[in-house]
Each structure stands twice: as C-alpha cells, then as structure tokens.
C-alpha cells in the first residue's frame, strides 16, 4: 500500500484535531505515545517535519484526501483517536459524538461503543 505526502499530511491534520479536542493541546507527542500509533506508524512512515507541515491543509481537504485510505489505516485513525479520548476515566458525550462523526467523515462508519468492544483501553 503506497501512502501519498499528502495523504500523510492528512492523518496527521486530522489526530491533531484529535488530541486538541481530548487533551485541549495540539500535541503530536501525546499521538505518539499511543498504544496504537506504532502500527499507524508503520503504515504511514510519518516524517517529524509533517506535523508541522500537516497545519497548512484545510480539514476538508484532509477529508477528502482520507477517503482515499486503505481502511486499515481507517481502522488505525480510529484505534488511536480512541486511545486520546480514553485518556480519562469517562468520555463525555461530545467526544463519542466527534468520534462518531470523523469515522464517518472519512467512510469508516465504527462508533464509539464498537471501537471500545474491539480495542478495549488498558
């Protein structure tokens, strides 16, 4: 599977949208650390220069380009996504629907609740 430097740019947009929503920072280093981020790592051999350059993209271009996805590296997006908002002891009912919501966007339509039985946390 051959991911494009814009396709990379995309995912890394879009889990910073992530990690700000549950953690209220913009940090890639708290994607990173991750349980599942070494097997999207892998998938998508992100370079550290492409959290910075993932800012410029626009989130509708990072949808579009997502849609594109092999849907293992959906089913990645999704796993890490649930890891950031498992990160407290109760996700709110905001964050499940912005889950919700970007698995859809990016046509890999897996809910909170079905993520959580898949891949329980720790």
């Known amino acids: 599977m051959e ?4 396709q990379r740019l995309a995912v890394c947009h879009i889990l910073l949208d992530v990690v700000e929503g549950a953690c209220e920072v913009r940090d890639p280093d708290l994607i990173m650390r991750t349980r599942h981020y070494p097997a999207l790592q892998r998938e998508m051999c992100f370079a550290d220069r ?7 993209l626009s989130v509708l271009a990072c949808l579009v380009l997502s849609k594109e996805l092999h849907y293992k590296v959906k089913m990645m997006i999704g796993l890490v996504a649930h890891d950031l908002y498992s990160r407290e002891s109760s996700v709110s009912y905001q964050q ?3 889950f919700d919501v970007l698995m859809s966007a990016i046509d890999w339509p897996v809910s909170f609740k079905e993520i959580t039985l898949f891949a ?3």
């Open 3 to 6: 991911v494009i430097k814009k």
């Open 50 to 56: 492409d959290w910075e350059e993932a800012r410029d």
């Open 96 to 98: 499940r629907l912005s």
């Open 120 to 122: 329980p946390s720790k």
